[in-house]
Structures are given as structure tokens and as C-alpha cells.
């Protein structure tokens, strides 16, 4: 029978979470209808919330996490796909309730799984949850009537992966960014992903958030949460639209209604999770076209699937800026 490498996390007693390598059976993995030979994942915040105690995204232990999975398909019984087939799969439960992609091998239901055309595994996987979640705040924007010509739009957040791309792709698309990061170093990289504007983060410290504040931006993609969502939502101009995934900072929101009554705003809520495969499939369609984030490679750097627990382990604290590729096909 086959032997699989992995990166394991186990629940102990009086360590918490541990994540190793292993050597595993295939039957460790659930069945499903395709097969694939994992050549890349990712670090997400959730991947590490996977391995944290008191985390709440694993449904139990062991577990591989992972929750972004590119490679080639070495078996499939459905007819949407066939071996050697460059895939990406992301969302439902993988990572987190099913075996994800820190591991050689990975096995999931037909509808979990998108066929790539023209994207490498490789650029699939670094883009991941988190390009396809700014490729989702972006299409909020849009549907929602903002264009170029309606004024700048604030990206918090801006150096993790769903703020650096959203800023990428947003710059990409004629918009004026507003990117707000508390990373002082990262201001040029900001600027080189195509911000006007870099700012820290908001609000200052001796800022209050009021109700309505002075009103400047015509949307917002929120990857924090809490004060910082607040803030975005009371300086919005008439009109405009927020698009929220994140709670790096806080799942609380203490806001009031006086935005949404008294300038017809919008709270667009992002979930790349649940979302079903015909959508998704669409949107990775437009991401190996438009909304492909052109500086993938600036902002992605690449850690062997061994080491994946130390950058894991950084993440939480907004130690980690752009992308982390995981190569898994030779990282063991």
C-alpha cells in the first residue's frame, strides 16, 4: 500500500497542537473522486488557526492542514477531469475537516476541484484562498457600481495576502488605492504593487471613530475587522461599498447604523468558503485573465512543506507579509 509524506497536527494533552512529518497509509486520506499528486500549497491565516489551540476552524485531529491544494491529477472517476490535469482546490472543509494540502497526496469530491488552463500549479497556489478572496472583494466592488472615476478606495490590511493582491489588482484595474499597513517597512512594496497612497493603519491612536466621520473613500476591501472596519465604514462616501473578509484584528464591530442610513453605504461580506463550484470555477477563470495579480512574484516567497510550521507560527502575530508558497512535491 502506499506510503504518504505529511505534515500532521495532533492534539496533545500538554503540548496543544503539534504539527510533524509522517509517513502515512493512502487509507489515512478519505476516499473521493479525484486523486491528486499535491505539487504546491500555501500559509493562509486559517492554516494557522488549523494548528492553534482554541483556534476553531479544526473539526478534529489528526489532521493535514493546508488549505489550499495545486498539483496534477493522478486519478479521477469523475469526466470533468483526467490524469494529468493541473488542478486547484480550496474551500468546503479542506484543511480543516478533510485532509488538505501539506501532504503528497490529496483526495477530494469532483466538485471541490477546479481545472487550471493556463496558470501553473505553482502561481495557482500563490494566489490561493487569499488572491481568490481579493479576486472576490474586487468583483463586490464592481457589481456594486464603483468604478475608477468615484475616488480612491482603502485597502487595510494591505500587506497580507488578501490586502496585497486586492491591492495589486485594484491599482491593475485603474483604481486609486489607499493602502493602510502598520508595517513601515513595506511602504515601497505597496507602492510597487500600484498604491497612491500609503498610510498607517487606521484609525491613529488618538483617533476616535465616530459615527459618521469625514467622508473619503468610495469603498473599502477590509481584511481586519473590529475598530479598523469601523472606521472604514464611518468615512465612506456616499454610496459606497465595503467588502469584508478578514478579522486579523478583531471579530467585533462596533459601529453603528448611521453609515448605512444616512449614506446608503453597503457591508459586502466575502466568503470564498462555501461558495459553490460554478462560481468559483468562473472567478479562477478570470483570474488567469484579468484579474491576475501582476505581481505574483514580488510578493511570493517559497518555504519547503517541512518548514511550514515555523511561518505558521508567525502569521497570527502580522509576522508574514504578501505570500507564502509551500512546495510540497520536493519539500519533504
Given at each position: 500500500?502506499?506510503?504518504?509524506?505529511?505534515?500532521?497536527?495532533?492534539?496533545?494533552?500538554?503540548?496543544?497542537?503539534?504539527?510533524?512529518?509522517?509517513?502515512?497509509?493512502?487509507?489515512?486520506?478519505?476516499?473521493?473522486?479525484?486523486?491528486?499528486?499535491?505539487?504546491?500549497?500555501?500559509?493562509?491565516?486559517?492554516?494557522?488557526?488549523?494548528?492553534?489551540?482554541?483556534?476553531?476552524?479544526?473539526?478534529?485531529?489528526?489532521?493535514?492542514?493546508?488549505?489550499?491544494?495545486?498539483?496534477?491529477?493522478?486519478?479521477?472517476?469523475?469526466?470533468?477531469?483526467?490524469?494529468?490535469?493541473?488542478?486547484?482546490?480550496?474551500?468546503?472543509?479542506?484543511?480543516?475537516?478533510?485532509?488538505?494540502?501539506?501532504?503528497?497526496?490529496?483526495?477530494?469530491?469532483?466538485?471541490?476541484?477546479?481545472?487550471?488552463?493556463?496558470?501553473?500549479?505553482?502561481?495557482?497556489?500563490?494566489?490561493?484562498?487569499?488572491?481568490?478572496?481579493?479576486?472576490?472583494?474586487?468583483?463586490a466592488l464592481r457589481a456594486h457600481g464603483i468604478t475608477p472615476d468615484d475616488g480612491p478606495v482603502l485597502v487595510t490590511g494591505a500587506t497580507g495576502g488578501v490586502g496585497s493582491i486586492s491591492v495589486d489588482l485594484l491599482a491593475g484595474l485603474g483604481y486609486e488605492v489607499v493602502a493602510s499597513t502598520g508595517k513601515t517597512d513595506a511602504h515601497d512594496l505597496l507602492r510597487e504593487l500600484g498604491a497612491a497612497d500609503v498610510i498607517d493603519r487606521v484609525p491613529g491612536p488618538e483617533e476616535k471613530v465616530r459615527a459618521l466621520g469625514k467622508a473619503h473613500w468610495a469603498a473599502a476591501v477590509d481584511c481586519v475587522g473590529g475598530t479598523t472596519l469601523a472606521y472604514a465604514l464611518s468615512t465612506l462616501k456616499y454610496g459606497g461599498v465595503a467588502a469584508i473578509s478578514g478579522l486579523a484584528g478583531s471579530t467585533d464591530l462596533p459601529a453603528t447604523v448611521m453609515p448605512f442610513i444616512l449614506r446608503g453605504v453597503t457591508l459586502v461580506g466575502i466568503d470564498s468558503v462555501l461558495l459553490p463550484i460554478g462560481p468559483r470555477r468562473e472567478i479562477w477563470t478570470q483570474i488567469e485573465s484579468e484579474l491576475l495579480p501582476r505581481h505574483l512574484a514580488r510578493i511570493t516567497r517559497e518555504v519547503p512543506v517541512r518548514e511550514v510550521a515555523d511561518v505558521l507560527g508567525t502569521i497570527i502575530g502580522g509576522g508574514v507579509t504578501g505570500r507564502t508558497l509551500v512546495a510540497v512535491h520536493d519539500g519533504f
Open positions: 500500500m502506499t506510503q504518504i509524506n505529511a505534515m500532521v497536527a495532533h492534539e496533545d494533552a500538554e503540548a496543544g497542537i503539534v504539527l510533524r512529518h509522517e509517513v502515512v497509509d493512502e487509507s489515512f486520506l478519505p476516499e473521493g473522486d479525484v486523486e491528486i499528486h499535491v505539487e504546491y500549497s500555501s500559509v493562509n491565516y486559517k492554516d494557522a488557526l488549523a494548528v492553534s489551540p482554541k483556534g476553531g476552524v479544526a473539526r478534529s485531529y489528526p489532521l493535514i492542514p493546508g488549505i489550499d491544494v495545486a498539483g496534477t491529477v493522478t486519478a479521477s472517476s469523475s469526466p470533468d477531469f483526467a490524469v494529468g490535469d493541473r488542478v486547484v482546490a480550496h474551500g468546503q472543509d479542506i484543511g480543516t475537516g478533510r485532509h488538505g494540502g501539506y501532504a503528497e497526496v490529496a483526495r477530494y469530491p469532483a466538485d471541490y476541484v477546479v481545472k487550471l488552463a493556463a496558470l501553473s500549479t505553482s502561481d495557482a497556489a500563490a494566489v490561493g484562498t487569499a488572491g481568490f478572496t481579493a479576486a472576490m472583494s474586487v468583483n
